[in-house]
Antibody, heavy 116, light 111 residues
């Protein structure tokens, strides 16, 4: 059974960089059939796709976040990572990682709060 | 403002059927049969319920069905049950510049 687990700091200061890692177990991140994505959900609000990566390193990002987002992959560790720079309070959200062709497997989510 | 428009809330009684709409444009829902639907219970991660407009993943009840007409996709839940009470989100591929868009979500209340 494929499992995804997000990890990273739960509190980030304004203007700093948010960094999260998603560890995939029960399957290989190098599967040729899937991308791996990040989605976030501000408290009490809807889902927002952030971006996705293929095991080869090909990425595509939400145009509204593109200037601040970097997603990378480490196939040796079966992990992919998210960096979001210059964060503000508006970036406070639960961040999910998911397997994507359809978002069929999700991590449990991790709350990241942006506050000084 | 979300790219896809959903009603904020819908409700129904146990045993009834409800339909949740998801309205996009000719650049997303209208151009691709790549609409998916997700169910989210409070404090939980979303769960894939429908993909490619009308296909159900293994393990999802056949009470859930999807369809599309023009720029609007729909999720229908028949034989409503108490455990169907949740938030529902639609999602569509939106081409090679925008890629993925979600709806704003619909809260389903089972009366």
């Amino acid at each position: 059974q494929l499992q995804l687990q997000e990890s990273g700091p739960g509190l980030v200061k304004p203007s700093e960089t948010l960094s999260l890692t998603c560890t995939v177990s029960g399957g290989s991140i190098s599967s040729s059939s899937y991308y791996w994505g990040w989605i976030r959900q501000p408290p009490g609000k809807g889902l927002e796709w952030i971006g996705s990566i293929y095991y080869s390193g090909s990425t595509y990002y939400n145009p509204s976040l593109k200037s601040r987002v970097t997603i990378s992959v480490d196939t040796s560790k079966n992990q992919f990572s998210l960096k979001l720079s210059s964060v503000t309070a508006a970036d406070t959200a639960v961040y999910y990682c998911a397997r994507q062709l359809w978002f069929d497997y999700w991590g449990q989510g991790t709350l990241v709060t942006v506050s000084s | 403002q979300s790219a896809l428009t959903q009603p904020a809330s819908v409700s129904g009684s146990p045993g009834q059927s409800i339909t949740i709409s998801c309205t996009g444009t000719s650049s997303d829902v209208g151009s691709y049969n790549l609409v998916s639907w997700y169910q989210q219970h409070p404090g939980k991660a979303p769960k894939l319920m429908i993909y490619e407009v009308s296909k159900r993943p293994s393990g999802v009840s056949n009470r859930f069905s999807g369809s599309k007409s023009g720029n609007t996709a729909s999720l229908t839940i028949s034989g409503l049950q108490a455990e169907d009470e949740a938030d529902y989100y639609c999602c569509s591929y939106a081409g090679s510049s925008t890629y993925v868009v979600f709806g704003g979500g619909t809260k389903l209340t089972v009366l």
